[in-house]
């Protein structure tokens, strides 16, 4: 039974570009979380989905990010004209349920130059 | 402010010593707690979590934590370490219908 899968796991982009991170959950959930963890610092929530629907996107920046969790597919984290306060590592778990036990995938690491 | 606090931020222990890492939080009522362990470069794996019920959780790699209420503190307890438990030790909670809040992490050094 794999685990929450997060695809790259190091990122590399120059200011002004775009970042995707994808985030697969553990199979049957359908509840998704992604966090930022910034150097020396634990993680920061950013949003909460479940399939097609935003739950809780109290922790995301109002500005150049979003998120989506569609019907088929993973979930994607989208960050537009990357500035290099982005970088960090972004962390993605999920949960069978809403406050349920979140299993955390190994983390996308985004270095922006 | 609601918060979690770990207030130890580097600990280092011999090789099998006792170990025991702090975590308090400041919410109303009783949350959901959660130790996690990081190591470097990698995600986050569960140790233990409380619920309800019995204080004393027993978890993964021979962990265990006690929950106190009167102290809300949320301590983490191994009996003797060993050098692979160097890592990265994040206390987190669901305060109530939200999303996890973390600690700020104890970051542990075993020696010989």
């Known amino acids: 039974n794999a685990g929450v899968m997060q695809n790259p796991r190091h990122l590399v982009r120059r200011r002004g570009q775009e970042a995707r991170l994808r985030c697969s959950p553990m199979?049957?959930?359908?509840?998704v979380y992604w966090y930022r963890q910034l150097p020396e610092e634990g993680l920061k929530f950013m949003v909460y989905l479940q399939k097609e629907n935003i739950i809780d996107e109290s922790g995301m920046p109002k500005e150049r990010f979003s998120a989506e969790f569609p019907k088929e597919g993973p979930s994607i984290l989208r960050i537009q004209q990357v500035v290099r306060g982005d970088s960090a590592a972004y962390f993605c778990?999920?949960?069978?349920?809403?406050?349920?036990?979140?299993?955390f995938g190994p983390g996308t690491r985004l270095l922006v130059l | 402010a609601q918060s979690v606090t770990q207030p130890d931020i580097h600990i280092t222990v011999s090789e099998g010593a006792s170990l025991e890492l702090r975590c308090n939080y400041s919410?109303?009522?009783?949350?959901?707690l959660f130790w996690y362990v990081q190591s470097p470069g990698q995600g986050l794996q569960l140790l233990l979590k409380?619920?309800?019920?019995?204080?004393l959780v027993q978890g993964i790699k021979g962990f265990e934590a006690e929950f106190k209420r009167s102290q809300s503190s949320f301590n983490l307890r191994k009996p003797s370490v060993h050098w692979s438990d160097a890592a990265e030790y994040f206390c987190?909670?669901?305060?109530?219908?939200?999303?996890?809040?973390f600690g700020k992490g104890t970051r542990l050094s075993v020696i010989a």
């Open positions: 199979k049957g959930h359908s509840h």
């Open positions: 778990a999920s949960s069978l349920g809403h406050q349920e036990t979140q299993y």
């Open positions: 987190a909670v669901v305060p109530g219908n939200t999303p996890l809040v």
């Open positions: 919410y109303g009522a009783t949350p959901y």
């Open positions: 409380y619920f309800s019920g019995d204080t």
